[in-house]
């Protein structure tokens, strides 16, 4: 069984950055594939970026390209993912995830395991 954290989430101002991080148990990452997704209030759950067990490919959502990065650490089982020039529509809590086998669909429905999710606040 997969088992994730998420951490770094926090209250963060318009035009700042923020680094999650999300520790993983139970498989080494270079066999899953990753991704980070978010929910705001109010709002359905969507993909943010996602990271290959490969570590060669990533994938983000085009609204964000730019201002997000997506990182992995297989020695450390840990993802992570840096947003900068924080707006408060980022204002959501962010969720890692993973799944044994890649698609090409980025739906929640598609990933099997969940973190329990961190919550960033973007003040303006």
């Known amino acids: 069984q997969v088992q994730l954290v998420e951490s770094g989430g926090g209250l963060v101002q318009a035009g700042g950055s923020l680094n999650v991080s999300c520790v993983g148990s139970?498989?080494?990452?270079?066999?899953?594939?990753m991704a980070w997704f978010r929910q705001a209030p109010g709002k359905e759950r969507e993909f943010v970026a996602a990271?290959?067990?490969?570590?060669?490919?990533?994938d983000y959502l085009n609204s964000m390209k730019g201002r997000v990065s997506i990182s992995g650490d297989n020695t450390k089982n840990t993802l992570y993912l840096q947003i900068d020039s924080l707006k408060p529509e980022d204002t959501a809590v962010y969720y890692c995830?993973?799944?044994?086998?890649?698609?090409?669909?980025?739906?929640?429905?598609?990933?099997?395991?969940w973190g329990q999710g961190t919550q960033v606040t973007v003040a303006s």
């Open positions: 139970g498989r080494t990452f270079n066999l899953l594939n």
């Open positions: 990271f290959s067990k490969s570590g060669l490919s990533t």
């Open positions: 995830a993973a799944r044994e086998h890649r698609t090409y669909s980025y739906s929640p429905d598609g990933f099997e395991y």
